[in-house]
């Protein structure tokens, strides 16, 4: 797959082109397909110190990993409010802070100079000490050019302003990614891996986790705002790293594209190096017609569902009411598929397009350590540019909601 483009939002070839009429043609012809597994998160990462950051990068993902911890139960909105949580990263060489060290430290050098000459305490030679006078101005105004243009790159550091590695300082860093635009079906895989110290392997997570029938995915999501920005469908959040990008709650969209159901459920019975997958999946019960076994309609409390549960071991498939499947607690992944219309109160005819994406990814889904989207930012260096999209840093970012750059310029 061809590497994504690099696409600043806001920018002027990007204005350009959607004016462009040839453009606008294009726009009118039939979308291509769109796999119903990929969304777009937006990961900034900055200093916490000084504020800086290069602003929001989008980058596809098909699985969301979420982490588990040291508990014996959790539940997978936990999960996913741990995920997309503001991560500090301690140690992290910072080009900003650095050059802002630099700057001031050649200040108080040139002004020591002149407190020198001032006070007749120059040393012998005063060509040594023009020489030094030079150097130190011709420096400072490098470093002074590269805040300015925010030009930041290791070449400037390093031929340009004259900074050494052993001079670089560093600081404390955030993180934090969440979802820019939602996918049609949602995967949640929960891992379950956990490396154990005295053993130097990895063992497995049996902690239970729970997971809702119905699934809001708004409080996750980039562009919660205050009311305006919603009713104009403008996306507005701030890029100051030491604030979480994750909306409030009373000022959370409620957007009906971000609202999901349960689909199908995958468990995992053994240990981390072995064991067995049960999968339960719901169907239409026009694809799937079947008795009803009566204790199944004794605990759902209704005979006449248009779908129903399924537990499907190898070659032994059963159907099984939807409180068994909502008890599971050792899921290993979750299926959520948007609801349309959605229901607070609950969803059960979603039959046009509940089973229809799902039934069309059944045998090309990648195993869940292909879909894994967890960034790698905190497994070795941090870099505040993703290889994917890249929106320009700013005090403050508005853009409407039609404007996120679309899948063909990312993929």
Known sequence: MAGPREHVIGSSSTDDVLRDPATVNQSLEPPSFRNPLEGLLA?????????????????PFNCLTVPLGSRFQYDVRDCLHDYMNLEPIE??????????????QLQNLLQQIEDDKGLGNLPESPKLSDALRTSARERLKAVQEA???????????????????????????????????????????????????????????????????????NRWCLGGGREGYIEKRIEKWDIDPRESMLPHLDNATD????????????????????????CYRKYSCETFPANV??????????KEKSERWYRLSDEDVQMVSESTVMDQGGVFMLFY??????????????????????????????????????????????SGTSRATSVSASEKVEQPIEKLPPFSDIE
């Open 43 to 59: 990961q900034r990462v900055g200093c916490m110190k000084c504020g800086w950051t290069e602003g929001l990068s989008l980058i």
């Open 91 to 104: 140690g992290v060489e910072c080009a900003k802070c650095t050059l802002l060290h630099a700057q001031n």
């Open 147 to 217: 805040l300015e243009e925010q030009d930041f790159t290791e070449k400037t550091l390093a031929k340009k302003c004259h900074i050494p590695a052993k001079n670089r300082v560093s600081s404390t860093k955030s993180r934090q990614a969440i979802i820019a635009r939602s996918p049609k079906c949602l995967v949640i895989h929960v891992n379950r891996s956990v490396f154990d110290e005295s053993t130097g392997m990895l063992r497995k997570n049996y902690a239970a986790v729970r997971f809702p029938k119905l699934l809001d995915l």
């Open 255 to 278: 957007d009906s594209d971000r609202h999901y159901e349960l689909r199908a459920v995958i468990t995992h019975y053994g240990r981390h190096e072995n064991g067995h997958y049960i």
């Open 293 to 302: 076994p009566e204790s199944v309609i004794e605990a759902d409390g209704d």
């Open 337 to 382: 598929e948007v609801t349309e219309p959605y229901s607070s109160t609950g969803v059960e005819d979603s039959d046009a397009t509940g089973s229809e994406n799902l039934e069309n990814l059944e045998n090309s889904t990648s195993s869940p350590e292909d879909m894994s989207t967890r960034s790698t930012a905190t497994e070795g260096s941090i």
